[in-house]
T-cell receptor
Framework: AQSVTQLDSHVSVSEGTPVLLRCNYSSSYSPSLFWYVQHPNKGLQLLLKYTSAATLVKGINGFEAEFKKSETSFHLTKPSAHMSDAAEYFC?????????????FGTGTQLKVEL | GAGVSQSPRYKVTKRGQDVALRCDPI?????LYWYRQALGQGPEFLTY????????KSGLPNDRFSAERPEGSISTLTIQRTEQRDSAMYRCASSLVLPGPSGNTGELFFGEGSRLTVL
């Protein structure tokens, strides 16, 4: 079975400083990995996805993530946090067994951005 | 519509009542997914459809839960004889393309969810 582990349930940064949200995955074969963001009272929005192409993936709003097979990691980063980045972030792995895009979500990391 | 629409946004019901949650996907989207998100947790897969066919219902917790998508568009998730443990946010998502065997992952577009509270 595939799974993801988000190592931090809460992360707090100051505006203008770098963001690092950590994610480790477990998969028996080459996974597809995603980061989704959830703002309060909003639906989940795709930030970026990795599907075995370039290991450094660029997403929306200045976010990027690097797939590191040796470390089984897919950490999300952003050079400079903005107040509007405050939200909950989910690391996600896709299970393609039998067809279907069955996503397995991590437990989420709540990002707080302070002035 | 412009996005995935779910209704009702909020539902409070008494234990033992049946509830029906509706999902209207983005027009033309082939695949439709239902997820459940408990407080403080990530969404968990319930079931999904390609067109009107239910492809996988392995995530439905028990036989009180059922889903249908009779015309390959709007879907309804029904929970019979609700219990307090059913309280959660129920999320629907749709995808334009069918996922491919090689891993072509059509992006999932999520609705804002239906929050169910069972008293």
């Amino acid at each position: 079975a595939q799974s993801v582990t988000q190592l931090d349930s809460h992360v707090s940064v100051s505006e203008g400083t770098p963001v690092l949200l950590r994610c480790n995955y477990s998969s028996s074969y080459s996974p597809s990995l995603f980061w989704y963001v959830q703002h309060p009272n909003k639906g989940l929005q795709l930030l970026l996805k990795y599907t075995s192409a370039a290991t450094l993936v660029k997403g929306i709003n200045g976010f990027e993530a690097e797939f590191k097979k040796s470390e089984t990691s897919f950490h999300l980063t952003k050079p400079s946090a903005h107040m509007s980045d405050a939200a909950e972030y989910f690391c996600v792995v896709s299970n393609h067994t039998g067809g279907g895009n069955k996503l397995t979500f991590g437990t989420g990391t709540q990002l707080k951005v302070e002035l | 519509g412009a996005g995935v629409s779910q209704s009702p946004r909020y539902k409070v019901t008494k234990r033992g009542q049946d509830v029906a949650l509706r999902c209207d996907p983005i027009s033309g989207h082939v695949s439709l997914y239902w997820y459940r998100q408990a407080l403080g947790q990530g969404p968990e897969f319930l079931t999904y459809f390609n067109y009107e066919a239910q492809q996988d219902k392995s995530g439905l917790p028990n036989d009180r839960f059922s889903a249908e998508r009779p015309e390959g568009s709007i879907s309804t998730l029904t929970i019979q004889r609700t219990e307090q443990r059913d309280s959660a946010m129920y999320r629907c998502a749709s995808s334009l393309v069918l996922p491919g065997p090689s891993g072509n992952t059509g992006e999932l577009f999520f609705g804002e969810g239906s929050r169910l509270t069972v008293l």
